[in-house]
């Protein structure tokens, strides 16, 4: 795991787990870029991921916790958490009544799910490739080249359609299975 994933950096921080072979299972320091790299707060993690969802809790210092900085960390934490192999989902909770932590939640992307006894449960989810686009596009251009050849445009569109899919299933699965994320 190494140089090349941690720390995190952030425009005010670096991020990084106390032991890098302990990923999961130690929580992460958040500690400031500046020259005293003074510590903010930590990030913690379930131990393990179950049905490619991870849970995280945010755990600031007292002076820190309104300070805005919640935002900034959540986004940058949830989208190095979507590079590890089989994350497909990143959740959290907060108390309702935490207007700040409910703020930068909201920022960072994540979307509340529910509601329970004053507590809301928050989760972001992988995007999906940018790419997918293109290849269904390419996979119709396919299929309507299919169509004119046979010179049949319903079985053409068809055609594409599927080929479109299969193309956009196949490269998303390729980009997901990349061999360069941590395992």
Request: hydrophobic content about 40%; glycine content about 10%.
């Amino acid at each position: 795991m190494s140089d090349k994933f941690f720390p995190i950096e952030t425009k005010h921080f670096f991020i990084k787990p106390q032991k890098e072979e302990m990923v999961w299972g130690d929580p992460w320091e958040i500690r400031f870029k500046n020259g005293d790299q003074n510590s903010v707060g930590k990030i913690g993690f379930e131990d393990t991921i179950f049905h490619g969802e991870v849970a995280i809790s945010l755990d600031l210092d007292a002076p820190y916790e309104k300070s805005g900085y919640n935002e900034e960390i959540l986004f940058s934490v949830s989208r190095a958490v979507f590079r590890f192999r089989n994350v497909n989902e990143v959740s959290t909770s907060c108390r309702h009544e935490d207007d700040y932590k409910v703020k930068g939640l909201e920022k960072a992307g994540f979307v509340r799910r529910e509601t329970k006894d004053g507590v809301d449960y928050y989760s972001i989810k992988k995007q999906k490739s940018g790419w997918t686009g293109l290849y269904i596009i390419l996979g119709m251009c396919a299929g309507f080249m299919v169509g004119i050849l046979i010179s049949n445009l319903w079985i053409g569109t068809i055609a594409s359609v599927l080929i479109g899919a299969i193309m956009g299933i196949i490269m998303d699965k390729r980009v997901d299975t990349d061999k360069n994320r941590p395992a």
